[in-house]
């Protein structure tokens, strides 16, 4: 009970202190106010607007085994949304040097943020675009990219911009990979049909030597000798026709069966050359865009009210600290 009572007559305390001293109370809290309002004013810290982009990442790497695959062999959906996986990649690229390279590049960011050329300006360069460009993951997997930039038109232009770039730089290095790809595919495909080539070429050379099919001839030369029983030299000639026939049958039925795997080997090899040049040839978007970038109208930064409120409040919070500390010396002398 006496520990609440002195709680009490110690808050009181505070009280009346503080309504002693409300006058320099308030003048403490003017100027506070006064030198934030100075100190976060235009012309001593340029306000930023911001403009940000959300999209969600594409599925899809390869468009042949996208759209030319039968459905239940599909390994992905070209129009499905990315997952967390996709949402990392993204992420992963936007941070690349491939891609920072190409927007440093593509708006003269050097110029754009009045980097010094004669101290650090790579290092100098990279801290300034780590505080005004950020890429971060939304709670539902879409990939955010925020731009901060004194002129709202050029931060929408600068977010719009790195979407644009992440679509042709992830297609750039799919390509690349595709490119070798189509190569090694096509390589794999003219080798395929130089063999069925030879194949028939081989079965070409015996069909001038009369063998065509040697089943069907060999099944017509044996009824004609069934037929022919009692001629004796239409029977000795069906012999000799059937003797120089049984010759190339080894020949005949390998190079026939191992041109009919082949054929469907080459069959293969054709639809997986087809996917390789479509990857080559052609492109899908690389994201389905949610949200593209548009001019701010109210600046992000600085907060003046925010920043006045916070700055005020410690400000005064300090001050009457400050008179308990002071008044309780006071007592602590008398």
Do not use: C
């Amino acid at each position: 009970m006496n520990q609440n009572k002195d709680f009490d007559l110690n808050f009181v305390e505070i009280i009346k202190l503080v309504w002693e001293y409300r006058k320099h109370l308030a003048i403490i809290a003017i100027v506070s106010i006064l030198l934030t309002g100075l100190f976060t004013a235009p012309f001593i810290i340029a306000p930023k607007y911001e403009s940000e982009v959300i999209f969600y990442p594409t599925t899809n790497n390869s468009i042949g085994n996208a759209l030319f695959t039968d459905l239940n062999m599909r390994q992905s959906d070209p129009l499905a949304f990315g997952e967390e996986e996709e949402a990392e990649n993204a992420l992963q690229l936007l941070n690349s040097s491939a891609l920072q390279g190409r927007i440093v590049k593509n708006f003269d960011l050097m110029n754009h943020y009045g980097i010094d050329q004669k101290g650090s300006p790579q290092t100098d360069l990279g801290l300034k675009m780590k505080k005004n460009i950020q890429f971060s993951r939304t709670r539902h997997l879409a990939v955010q990219i925020t731009v901060l930039d004194e002129d709202p038109v050029k931060a929408a232009e600068i977010a719009n911009g790195i979407s644009a770039i992440y679509d042709s730089v992830k297609t750039e290095i799919q390509k690349q990979v595709s490119l070798e790809a189509l190569e090694i595919v096509k390589s794999e495909f003219e080798s395929k049909e130089k063999q069925v080539w030879d194949l028939r070429i081989a079965l070409q050379k015996l069909g001038e030597k009369g063998i065509t099919n040697y089943e069907e001839q060999s099944r017509a030369l044996s009824e004609e000798l069934y037929k022919t029983a009692a001629d004796g030299a239409k029977r000795r000639e069906l012999q000799l026709q059937q003797k120089e026939l049984a010759k190339y049958a080894g020949e005949f039925t390998y190079l026939n069966e191992t041109l009919i795997l082949e054929l469907e080997s080459l069959s293969e090899h054709r639809k997986r050359f087809e996917k390789a040049k479509v990857d080559v040839e052609k492109t899908l978007p690389q994201k389905f865009i949610l949200t593209s970038a548009s001019p701010a109208e109210k600046k992000s930064y600085p907060l003046r009210t925010l920043l006045t409120l916070i700055v005020t409040g410690a400000v005064m919070l300090f001050s009457i600290l400050a008179l308990v500390i002071l008044n309780q010396l006071n007592l602590l002398k008398k």
